[in-house]
């Protein structure tokens, strides 16, 4: 079954959430936090899961027209759709089924069986490499793994291994995306190619800065191990099995991408291969678990206790009626460093589209855009802007209750300042005048997770995963093609292979100037 294509803002929930606004736009969150209930109403407890969005310009009314939209344009219906494999992804005519990737479910169809053995090969490289069975050509253990691909091949996994490197089975790793040689010159300098296993992740195959990248790799192995065969030092991740093999890697160290997940969703199948192998078997079993668990949550749960749903309702009312445009995602966790540029991809890949489901110009807004860096940097840096600044940005506070490090005083201080920031964005400073007056009324989410272990990874994750097939679902776009990235691709295709007829008269002029040297 299809997705609905119901133009929201021909909605009643909508046209009511228009109107509210016009109202209660000066409401202050300070004067909103009088409202009965407030505390209880605009929070939600989910497993080891917090989320605080009490400090919002969001009325109990809009909140409940908010949840009105979402059953006005049939949400439920297509989570359902999105869960069960129907062809959601019309464009490309895909199914999209990452989510049956951490499925804990077994169940005896085609789908459950190619999760199952993905899941297995998975968990047996990883389990050999980590106990020193598979070795090298000269028979040394790996020490080393090298990550080959670029966006969705890339972004989610160096993420989540910086994340949980408190997990780490000691072997280093390292990703190679870009396509720049003096980047990748000076990542081969760290490794020795005796000890090192290399893993391309290409679905097609035919990636141009992935296959690049591994040719010129291929050579430098070859060159510093005399000839060697790489058969033992290079694993694919493609659906296409036959360009591996050319390459020069044996059929059987090639991994399955099912044509049913997008690149940008792809960490929990084979292309999330150096995450196990990172962090163990078992914490990647865990870290599936919790994707999985948050997944169950959003598939069962009522909207107004609904955690990426919410966060969903809350996006499209700043996007769209406060016309904000930009949300940020604070981290108040070096570890997550990584996280609000694997957030940008997913999100703005997804939702940043102007055609409807019908086909038709959008009258509303869409993708918000997404950015971010982890607190108490950010403090020294944009925070300025957010305190002071004319943009209204809301933001996403994230922060975890038990540190990995004994070092509790230290923990305190960063807390404090989590508490802090959400408190100052919403208070102000109105005691001082001029240069020193702080508005305050400035949105935000604050999500306490107990502790950033391999299982609540997986659930925050999945929570912004599905908060954006959400805000995708209500908005009646398609979430899951990225026809924009295809484009570029093509042009910079058609450079390479001498075919500058397209090109404007100022890129053609770059192009002589580069061809020219200078």
């Known amino acids: 079954m299809p997705l609905n294509k119901l133009d929201p803002s021909k909605l009643n929930s909508w046209k009511k959430l228009s109107s509210q606004f016009k109202m209660e736009n000066l409401l202050t969150i300070e004067k909103l936090m009088d409202e009965p209930n407030r505390l209880e109403n605009f929070s939600v407890e989910w497993e080891d899961f917090f989320l605080d969005f009490t400090k919002n310009r969001i009325s109990q009314s809009t909140l409940d027209q908010l949840v009105n939209l979402c059953h006005e344009s049939n949400l439920k219906n297509n989570i359902e759709c999105y869960f069960n494999g129907d062809l959601i992804n ?96 000076q990542a081969l300098r760290k490794i020795d190619p005796e000890t090192t296993l290399f893993i391309i992740v290409s679905k097609s195959f035919k990636t141009t800065e992935t296959i690049e990248n591994a040719k010129k790799i291929k050579e430098w192995f070859i060159a510093r191990t005399k000839g060697q065969n790489i058969k033992d030092h290079f694993i694919g991740i493609s659906n296409n099995t036959s360009a591996a093999k050319e390459f020069g890697i044996e ?119 997404l950015w971010g860096a982890t607190g108490t940097n950010a403090q020294h840096s944009f925070f300025q802007l957010l305190h002071q600044g004319t943009k209204l940005i809301p933001c996403d506070f994230i922060a975890f209750q038990k540190p990995h490090s004994k070092d509790l005083e230290q923990h305190k201080i960063l807390i404090a300042n989590f508490l802090a920031q959400t408190n100052a964005l919403m208070l102000g400073e109105k005691t001082e005048g001029g240069h020193k007056y702080i508005e305050g009324n400035k949105p935000s989410n604050s999500l306490f997770i107990n502790s950033l272990t391999p299982y609540n990874l ?44 397209l090109l404007d008269l100022s890129t053609q002029k770059l192009f002589d100037r580069y061809k020219k040297g200078k």
């Open 458 to 501: 997986g659930a925050l994750i999945a929570m912004y995963e599905n908060k954006i097939f959400t805000v995708g679902s209500i908005l009646n776009i398609f979430s899951f093609d990225q026809w924009g990235v295809e484009l570029g691709k093509s042009i910079a295709k058609g450079i390479l292979e001498g075919d500058t007829n």
């Open 251 to 369: 059929e059987n160290n090639v991994l399955p991408i099912p044509e049913w997940v997008g690149g940008r969703f792809s960490l929990w199948g084979s292309a999330g291969l150096i995450i196990a192998i990172a962090i163990g078997s078992e914490n990647y079993r865990e870290l599936l678990s919790g994707a999985s668990s948050m997944d169950k949550h959003f598939r069962e749960s009522d909207f107004e206790n609904n955690i990426p749903v919410l966060l969903a309702l809350i996006s499209i009312w700043y996007n769209n009626f406060f016309k904000s445009e930009t949300e940020a995602i604070i981290p108040y966790s070096e570890l997550l460093n990584k996280l609000p540029s694997y957030l940008q991809q997913a999100s703005m890949e997804s939702n940043g589209k102007s055609t409807d489901r019908n086909s038709q110009k959008v009258n509303y807004q869409t993708g918000g855009i």
């Open 90 to 185: 019309e464009t490309e005519k895909r199914s999209v089924l990452h989510t049956a990737l951490r499925s804990q479910k077994h169940e005896s169809n085609e789908i459950s069986k190619t999760v199952n053995e993905i899941r297995a090969k998975i968990i047996n490289i990883a389990d050999e490499i980590n106990s020193g069975d598979k070795v090298g050509y000269t028979g040394k253990p790996f020490t080393d793994i090298v990550n080959i691909g670029i966006g969705g091949s890339h972004l989610g996994q160096e993420m989540v291994v910086e994340a949980l490197s408190h997990f780490s089975k000691n072997i280093k790793t390292h990703f190679i995306s870009n396509i720049d040689p003096d980047y990748t010159s």
